[in-house]
């Protein structure tokens, strides 16, 4: 463990309650976005500053929701499902402080899930200190603080508390739901189109460019999606789309690294934009329905489907068919 950036991330956690989570989070997508269109000299960047103790969204985003959760019980905000709210509003010191705090947390779950236990439980399927990649750790991460946050900070139990006479919905029915699978399929095509289209000119071709921007193609997708969040800020209604297409361009470099082809890795990130459009709908009215604490649904959906991606997709049914 670097202790250097775990010392950091407390300041990470604070920056980002400060700047309020969702800015942390876009600012993510920003950092990342640079970072690879940087190459070779962005390269250290990424896991450092992007996905590190400055703007990982495990320490910064995570950081955030919890002090937003801790403004609430100080009745600085209303609900601590507002990500949005920058908390230097408020000039509470504890807030920050909160914030800070669980920015370091977050810090030392992501490695007890990633590099500890991934290791240790993986490696036999995935191979030497592939394990740590068994899932994204980072989005489980956010998704455990986010519990824990929940249970410290909130009082509406883990999946809300209905009022009484209210019907709870669960999933997307109707027109909602074949727009949510129309999204999450147009999304996964468009993803699973750009990494083939990369693949062939990079693993085929030989364009060393292309090549690595094929092996980022689901990091740059998520990039643009993340970035696309100022829509909110701007005070337009919009909707998150980085746990479609993140998933879904894994589905895509995984399937066309191991040969299957243009039109497979397309139709299998499609069938992934689908299925992570729909379990987000799904996590979104479980986890955040009727609460007072924002558990991130995206985070939820991405270490799902990210899993299935590294450990059964890549780790089991591509070597066994290819």
């Known amino acids: 463990m670097d202790f250097t950036m775990l010392i950091a991330a407390f300041g990470g956690g604070v920056l980002a309650t400060f700047m309020g ?43 955030a929701v919890a002090g937003a959760a801790f403004a609430m019980t100080r009745n600085h905000i209303e609900n601590g499902q507002d990500i949005v709210t920058p908390l230097v509003k408020f000039g509470d010191p504890m807030v920050l402080i909160v914030g800070g705090i669980f920015g370091m947390v977050g810090f030392l779950i992501q490695y007890i899930v990633g590099p500890v236990i991934g290791t240790a439980v993986f490696d036999g399927l995935l191979g030497e200190g592939g394990g740590a990649g068994w899932t994204d750790s980072v989005a489980l991460t956010v998704m455990l603080s986010g519990i824990i946050v929940r249970l410290v900070f ?61 092996n ?8 643009v999606a993340a970035i696309s969040l100022i829509f909110i800020t701007c005070g337009h209604y919009f909707e998150g789309w980085h746990h479609i297409v993140l998933p879904a361009g894994s589905t895509a470099v995984i399937l066309f690294t191991a040969g299957a082809g243009p039109i497979a890795a397309i139709i299998g990130a499609a069938i992934t934009g689908m299925f992570t459009a729909f379990l987000g709908e799904w996590a979104a009215k479980t986890l955040n329905s ?33």
């Open 21 to 63: 989570g969702l800015q942390a989070f876009i600012f993510t997508g920003l950092t990342v976005l640079a970072a690879i269109m940087g190459g070779e000299f962005g390269a250290p960047a990424i896991g450092i500053i992007s996905f590190g103790s400055w703007f990982g969204p495990h320490v910064a985003f995570a950081g």
């Open 216 to 223: 980022m193609t689901p990091v740059i997708g998520f990039a």
């Open 290 to 322: 009727h609460c007072d604490t924002h558990i991130d649904p995206p985070a939820v959906v991405i270490f799902i489907t990210q899993l299935i991606n590294f450990t059964i997709l890549g780790g089991l049914i591509v070597p066994a068919l290819f």
């Open 154 to 214: 909130g009082k509406t139990g883990l999946t809300g508390k209905t009022p009484a006479g209210e019907k709870r919905e669960w999933v997307s029915t109707g027109s909602r739901l074949g727009f949510v699978l129309t999204y999450g399929a147009g999304i996964g095509i468009l993803i699973g189109g750009i990494a083939a289209t990369l693949g062939t000119l990079g693993l085929e071709g030989g364009v060393a460019e292309a090549a690595y921007l094929f």
